[in-house]
């Protein structure tokens, strides 16, 4: 696992860390806030516990999948969880690239990319403020 703090958002990426290290993480850190994270285990149904989500406060996900898969992920009941807990997700396997790029200091915007035969098609911009 790893956490970082990138202008003011609060970064985490957890590699193939599943339900039980996830855990594990928010009972040994009960202040840990994450902003965004990089789901685990490319959303399988292993990773992403409900309600270490829910402690962390993830605003943004990150699924880093490949497009149809042999293993079906992102998982379906992942994104349920996704989606109840009203956190905005991009997926590689969706959207191509994803970057974030700082508009100053407090601001970043989510771009992303997806290639389409010979050429790159910017699919979002969404504008994020870390001022809550």
Not at 4 to 11: S, T
Not at 99 to 127: A, S
Request: zero cysteines; hydrophobic letters at 35%; glycine letters at 10%.
């Amino acid at each position: 696992m790893l956490t970082g703090v990138f202008g003011q958002q609060r970064f985490m990426f957890t590699g193939d860390l599943d339900r039980a290290g996830e855990r594990a993480i928010v009972a040994r850190y009960p202040q840990l806030r994450v902003d965004v994270l990089k789901l685990g285990h490319h959303g399988s149904k292993t990773a992403s516990d409900p309600l270490a989500l829910r402690q962390l406060g993830v605003h943004h996900g990150i699924l880093s999948v490949g497009r149809h898969n042999r293993y079906g992920h992102p998982n379906q009941e992942t994104l349920i969880t996704l989606a109840e807990q009203h956190i905005v997700t991009y997926s590689t396997a969706l959207q191509g690239m994803i970057t974030y790029r700082f508009v100053n200091h407090r601001q970043g915007r989510w771009q992303t990319f997806l290639k389409e035969g010979d050429r790159h098609q910017r699919t979002t911009g969404v504008k994020i403020d870390s001022q809550r």
